[in-house]
């Protein structure tokens, strides 16, 4: 069964840290593009970041920029989300995603992706 498995949300005050992690199993992690989103309460879910498949490329919302690192480990079929200096409007809740196709960039861009884990809260406290 091919899934994704997201870890790693909780409670963290402003200005604070997180770091999330997805795991994948029943796939290759290696053959496809990973991404994580994010959707707070009342909005449309949003691109977060977008690793390539070796990890050599990354690409960040500017909301993000600067402050969230995306990496990921294949030999462990995992990848991460590390965030820093988080602020109040980061809550919401995180989900990874892969897509492998040959748009795969331009998709997980758009919040677009061919298999979604169910997500991990993260909420930031004032």
């Known amino acids: 069964q091919v899934q994704l498995i997201e870890s790693g949300g909780g409670l963290v005050q402003a200005g604070g840290s997180l770091r999330l992690s997805c795991t994948v199993s029943?796939?290759?992690?290696?053959?496809?593009?990973m991404g994580w989103f994010r959707q707070a309460p009342g909005k449309e879910r949003e691109f977060v970041a977008l690793?390539?498949?070796?990890?050599?490329?990354?690409y960040y919302a500017d909301s993000v920029k600067g402050r969230f690192t995306i990496s990921r480990d294949n030999a462990k079929n995992t990848g991460f989300l590390q965030m820093e200096s988080v602020k109040v409007e980061d809550t919401a809740v995180y989900h990874c995603?892969?897509?492998?196709?040959?748009?795969?960039?331009?998709?997980?861009?758009?919040?677009?992706?061919?298999?979604w884990g169910q997500g991990t809260q993260v909420t930031v406290s004032s």
């Open positions: 690793i390539s498949r070796t990890g050599s490329g990354t």
């Open positions: 029943g796939r290759t992690f290696s053959n496809y593009l």
């Open positions: 995603a892969t897509d492998g196709g040959a748009f795969a960039t331009s998709r997980l861009r758009r919040a677009q992706a061919d298999l």
